[in-house]
């Protein structure tokens, strides 16, 4: 590097145009952790671009360029299409009160148990930038990590909803954003369309009663209640279910301020929130919110005058008192906003055994929401195992691959049920029925009193009877094709416990045919399988053969004829026209392509017999004269060409030369082999009589 060209420094005065070694704390401080691209390699330099002499232009070839502004250019991700803007903290839940009459979630079954947890409070209307104290309602999201899995609960500032059913959330989040046509105002629901909407849906007029109110001018999130909205049920280790609503309460009291105050923060300090909520916790003024809940039963919902299934209720405090079960306290920061707060993932579907849901129009569609939409947000279905969506107990399942794909799986079982530790192989996971997940039966009225099953009818429980009727219902030549691709697929599998297996289920289907297998692998046949269902006998359905349905016509089939120099015109023409007067279709094969000359003229070769096996034809003739002999005797593919044709059971028309090659090369006449004149009419069939002469089947 040359004294006068300079290269820039972000040190001043700290050595100027080469690469030298700073004192600690400068761009080449060599004490800290070296700077690599995202391959590993050691950056030599961080401030200037690879150029072609010192004016000259920038080199496509300087990787650690383009990689950096590469990653620059896609650092932003979609914005949450509600809640966009939020900030969150890490922290704990301790249980106060264990509950465990009520609930067998994990929190809950001790006094003292603590929980560690997310949570993140946002706005509802304004995007990822703007201010934090708009009139707007706030979301209360708090992502338990238990031992039994995540539990997410996604809650409001507000314990009543403006809608429903979620089929007018789409409707409801239009009308209060940013008006389509001018894309203002933002945070916002002072216009025409939030107003319009709302003055046509009369189920909003209670949340308009607490949008309206103080509510949604907080003083900053830890002054906030939380509520989780719908009715939820808690479930006991006995399988009692009860209902309950949650409710956050902030230990510092609900506070609010003013709509004046709100409209100068937001110009004075538009991270007034943020900043607070931030500020606090690394002052150690940890905030905290009391868990409550209340608790009652379907008896009960029965005789108020509202249902409890609408999120446009609460049931009043003062009826249902709110029992203190346990505190949240957020104690740490996030080390790194965009990879916690943004990343962050709720899922009201992301629940754990003692907690489940109830049929809330409003929270049904959102459990079909928020997973739906962290795809489009966080781009792979694998959002689940960035560090902050993670479980913190061990998970493991058959779900596999996808974009972003984190873990390396071993071994080769990734799907359920399997049996490959009957081998010593890794099987996998495996369902539990007593520790896992079981969905509250749930008898609700409105249900008509159908329990929530993971059941199939009683009659799904016959899968052999059909299975018979179809294996007798073929033709003996047919059956003989299915027992013969059994065998050949069970010769290919090296587990013989699979092989077993098969051979028992086949037993119960027909016990002739599993003899035919078990007899073609040399397999002891043993017991068939025991069927949950009796096995039916039924009537055999020739609707079910092939055979059965076949038409031996012309139309729609492709016949080839082989001819050679010196082969009959007139014959082969003759033999065209009786295929096309028949609708079939004709090619033309010979050892060489293009025109070849025969008796009375030439005559065109469509297809070199070489790259045309017989097998792309469904009949096959050959017209031939003696002369031509010698050169088909000499050539392997002429052989297989007949021999393949016969061996698949076609019909082949043979002139007299023809007759004496099939003899030379052992391939028996039958009534498949036909003279040129019968041909057009035997040409459709196959001649399956032949079939145990050319191969063995089961
Ligand atoms: Fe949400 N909501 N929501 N919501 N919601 C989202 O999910 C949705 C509703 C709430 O801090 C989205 O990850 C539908 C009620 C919070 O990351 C999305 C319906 C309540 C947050 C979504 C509702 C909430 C969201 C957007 C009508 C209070 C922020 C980004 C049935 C109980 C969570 C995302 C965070 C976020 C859908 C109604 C609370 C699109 C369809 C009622 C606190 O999935």
């Known amino acids: 590097m040359s004294q006068d060209h300079p290269r820039f420094e972000t040190s001043p005065g700290q050595g100027g145009e080469t690469h030298q070694h700073l004192p600690p704390g400068g761009p080449h401080d060599t004490s800290a952790a070296h700077l690599t691209t995202n391959q590993g390699l050691r950056i030599s330099d961080n401030q200037n671009s690879l150029t072609v002499g010192p004016r000259g232009p920038v080199l496509l070839e300087d990787f650690a360029l383009r990689e950096k502004i590469f990653h620059f250019d896609h650092e932003r991700i979609p914005e949450r299409v509600v809640h966009a803007r939020g900030s969150g903290a890490h922290g704990f839940f301790e249980c106060t009160r264990a509950i465990p009459e009520l609930t067998r979630a994990a929190p809950f079954l001790q006094r003292g148990k603590k929980t560690p947890l997310f949570a993140r409070f946002s706005t509802v209307a304004g995007g990822a930038g703007s201010a934090d104290t708009p009139r707007d309602v706030r979301g209360f999201a708090v992502k338990f990590y238990t031992e039994e899995g995540n539990w997410d609960l996604v809650g409001n500032n507000i314990p009543v909803f403006f809608i429903q059913d979620a089929i007018k959330f789409p409707d409801l989040v239009h009308a209060v954003k940013m008006e389509a046509d001018k894309g203002y105002p933002q945070a916002a629901s002072a216009h025409d369309t939030f107003w319009d ?151 009201p579907t992301n629940i754990v055994p003692g907690i489940d849901f109830t049929a809330d129009p409003l929270l049904q569609g959102r459990l079909f929401s928020y997973l739906d939409t962290q795809k489009s947000r966080l781009g792979t279905t694998n959002f689940h195992q960035l560090p902050i969506n993670a479980p913190r107990c061990p998970f493991q399942n058959f779900q596999r691959d996808g974009m972003m794909q984190m873990s390396v799986p071993q071994g080769r079982a990734n799907y359920e049920p399997n049996s490959l530790d009957e081998i010593g192989e890794l099987a996998g996971p495996r369902e539990c029925p007593t520790t896992g997940f079981v969905t509250y039966p749930n008898v609700e009225a409105h249900d008509g009193g159908h329990e929530r099953l993971r059941v199939r009818p009683a009659l799904f429980a016959d899968h052999y009877s059909q299975a018979r009727l179809f294996y007798r219902s073929q033709t003996p030549v047919e059956q003989a094709h299915l027992a013969s691709a059994l065998v050949f697929e069970l010769a290919k599998v090296g587990l013989e416990h699979v092989r077993q297996r098969m051979l028992k289920l086949l037993g119960a289907v027909d ?84 025109l070849i000359p025969v008796r009375d003229g030439s005559l065109k070769a469509d297809a070199k017999l070489e790259g045309s096996p017989s097998a792309l034809f469904d009949a096959v003739a050959s017209i031939i004269p003696p002369e031509a002999l010698a050169a088909l005797r000499a050539d392997h593919a002429a052989r297989n060409w007949l021999a393949d044709a016969y061996a698949h059971c076609k019909t082949i028309g043979a002139c007299p030369a023809t007759l004496r090659l099939l003899g030379e090369w052992g391939i028996a006449v039958d009534e498949g082999v036909t003279n040129l004149q019968d041909f057009p009419h035997v040409a459709p069939a196959r001649h399956w009589a032949r079939e145990p002469r050319v191969r063995l089947l089961a």
Not at 273 to 298: C, K, M, N, S, V
Not at 306 to 321: C, G, N, W
Not at 515 to 536: G, I, K, Q, S, W
Not at 548 to 568: C, H, N, Q, W, Y
């Open 197 to 347: 909407f709302i003055s046509l849906m009369p189920e909003a007029m209670h949340m308009v009663m607490w949008q309206m109110s103080d509510r949604t001018l907080p003083r900053s999130p830890r002054f906030m209640e939380g509520f989780g909205i719908h009715t939820f049920r808690l479930v006991n280790a006995a399988g009692e279910g009860k209902l309950v609503k949650f409710h956050w309460k902030p230990v510092l009291g609900v506070q609010s301020t003013t709509w004046d105050e709100a409209v100068k923060i937001a110009g004075a300090d538009p991270d007034y929130h943020r900043r607070d909520l931030y500020e606090t916790i690394e002052l150690g003024a940890f905030p905290q919110w009391e868990l409550g809940l209340q608790i009652f039963d379907e008896a009960w919902a029965a005789e108020q005058p509202y249902d409890v299934l609408d999120a446009t209720k609460l049931i009043p405090e003062e009826v249902v008192p709110v029992t203190i079960v346990g505190r949240m306290t957020l104690d740490r920061n996030p080390d790194n906003f965009f990879a916690e707060t943004e990343q962050v993932a709720f899922c």
């Open 511 to 594: 016990i002739d045919l599993a003899h035919r297998v078990a007899a073609a692998l040399t397999m002891p046949l043993p017991a068939p399988a025991d069927t949950a269902a009796p096995v039916l006998d039924m009537a055999p359905s020739p609707a079910l053969s092939i055979l059965g349905k076949s038409l031996p016509k012309m139309a729609g089939r492709t016949v080839a004829i082989l001819f050679a120099e010196d082969s009959s015109r007139a014959s082969i023409e003759r033999m065209r026209e009786a295929i096309e007067a028949q609708q079939g279709r004709v090619v033309m094969v010979s050892q060489r392509t293009g």
